[in-house]
């Protein structure tokens, strides 16, 4: 064999391998909470971003099917035809010993309205908003499904396992044939892997760590939604999640997690709930009283896979409590199982409490607020200086890349490089117009009128001046 046709053959498989390894920038951003979509970088660091809370929730329960609590175990997505946020969330009516699915929408997600859907009787009228009866429901909206009658899908806590659920509408729903589909059950959040398709349960399930029976979270995987994979533990407090306790009983568990897809991965929004008082005796609670006790807050996590979760540093609480007194004073008691991106703001919904995870009913009381970040803000890319970040090898699906970024102090140039890292002529940093502006959705422009490779993947890189890179997407749609 000739060293060019060696050479050549060599570059061949690189290409494949490549190819088959490219970040799929079609659908989903580029996040920058981990270095999973990061080939190099210098010059930055990592900032955790806390969300910003109304001082008010959007969601009380004033219904005579809601009790005193209102919970958003379930999801929330844009309906780009009605032009409304649709909204699937969870109440428990301590008197019937129920727990419900209900629905609501709003046009501008702080408003919201509870329809009289006629599907589900209430003492006697089914003129309310209950759709299912179900424990922590989460649906996903299945944009790869063929069948129009699975367009919903549902996973929930029912009878002492995990139920799952379709539906054409997200209104109507049937289970499927095989239920329960998991053991055990309490809270679960569902997802879908953006490259294999696969449905990702993250469920609640008991396990013993460093010498505590606790709350962990652990994950199920499925292709058709009725064969789950056996339960796998993913995550669980780690030694410093400990480090403030001080009593024998003291501890910390995780209540739930949601999690979010990205391109190069998912990002976490775990429950960390720190039991201070445990298993306290009945003769102790008031009716609705839960025998554990203590505060409970989002903190932010990321993986490459589902499987295996990092923790940002330093742990910040990403939805900060209230004042003590306040709606979410108490605690965070989970997140919304998907987020929705409306303008230049990330939306997700959560359940706050007045109290504590174990406070008296009343004054516990639990509504549903709306955390806000900017547009994929959960975490940025800082440059005090000049910085430079090239990512992965990544496949466009737009005509160009969309950059999410604050250069209001200073500038963000942005070049493309093929996939081994050789530059590509007409879209170097010389090349580049500037963004020297705050901008969620900036489409990255150079001086030659030569089109961005549509068919390889391509590096990306941005270099910035006293700026800060928050995510790089490619298409413009509410995603």
């Known amino acids: 064999m000739t060293m060019s046709r060696f050479v050549f053959i060599i570059l061949l498989i690189f290409s494949i391998v490549v190819q088959s390894h490219a970040l799929e920038l079609r659908e989903m951003p580029l996040l920058f909470a981990d270095d999973s979509g990061i080939a190099s970088s210098n010059g930055v660091v990592r900032t955790v971003h806390p969300a910003r809370t109304l ?62 859907l006629g599907l589900h009787a209430f003492e006697g009228s089914s003129e309310n908003n209950i759709l299912f009866g179900i424990h922590s429901p989460s649906v996903l909206l299945d944009t790869r499904e063929t069948d129009p009658a699975k367009r919903y899908k549902m996973l929930g806590s029912k009878g002492g396992g995990y139920h799952a659920a379709f539906s054409a509408d997200g209104l109507r729903w049937t289970s499927y044939p095989k239920n329960p589909v998991l053991q055990y059950g309490d809270t679960i959040t569902l997802t879908q892997d953006p490259a294999t398709g696969e449905y990702l349960a993250f469920h609640k399930r008991p396990a013993k760590v460093r010498n505590f029976g606790r709350r962990v979270v652990w994950l199920s995987r499925s292709r058709d939604f009725q064969k789950w994979t056996e339960p796998e533990l993913v995550f669980a407090p780690d030694e410093e999640d400990d480090a403030w306790c001080k009593k024998p009983q003291e501890r910390t568990e995780v209540y739930d997690m949601s999690v979010f897809p990205h391109a190069a ?92 995870h174990g406070g008296p009913m009343p004054p516990k009381r639990l509504s549903i607020g709306r955390a806000a970040w900017r547009r994929h803000g959960f975490a940025s890319l800082d440059a005090a200086g000049r910085g430079r970040v090239e990512t992965k090898p990544l496949r466009l699906g737009g005509p160009s890349p969309i950059i999410n970024a604050d250069a209001s102090r200073g500038e963000v140039r942005v070049a493309l490089l093929e996939a081994d890292g050789r530059p590509i002529g007409g879209f170097g940093l010389d090349d580049s117009e500037p963004l020297r502006a705050d901008a969620t959705r900036w489409t990255a422009r150079w001086r030659s009128d030569a089109s961005v490779p549509a068919d390889r993947p391509v590096r990306v890189v941005v270099e910035m001046t006293n700026a800060r890179l ?6 413009q749609k509410n995603k």
């Open 265 to 356: 991965g998912f990002i976490g929004l775990p429950s960390i709930f720190r039991v201070t008082a445990a298993r306290r005796p009945k003769s102790e609670l008031t009716p609705g009283q839960s025998p554990d006790d203590g505060p409970i807050d989002v903190q932010l996590a990321t993986s490459a896979d589902g499987r295996t979760w990092q923790r940002t540093q330093p742990r910040v609480n990403v939805i900060p409590r209230g004042a003590p007194g306040t709606f979410d004073g108490g605690s965070i008691l989970g997140v919304s199982s998907t987020a929705v991106h409306v303008g230049d703001e990330t939306w997700v919904y959560y359940t706050a409490m007045t109290t504590t």
């Open 470 to 475: 928050f995510s790089i997407s490619s298409e």
């Open 55 to 116: 001082n008010a929730p959007v969601i009380e329960p004033d219904r005579p099917w809601e009790g005193s609590r209102v919970y958003v175990y379930g999801s929330v997505y844009f309906d780009e035809a009605a032009g409304q946020l649709r909204l699937w969330y969870m109440t428990r009516v301590q008197a019937f010993k129920g727990d419900f699915l209900l629905h609501a929408t709003s046009r501008d997600g702080v408003r919201w309205i509870k329809p009289s």
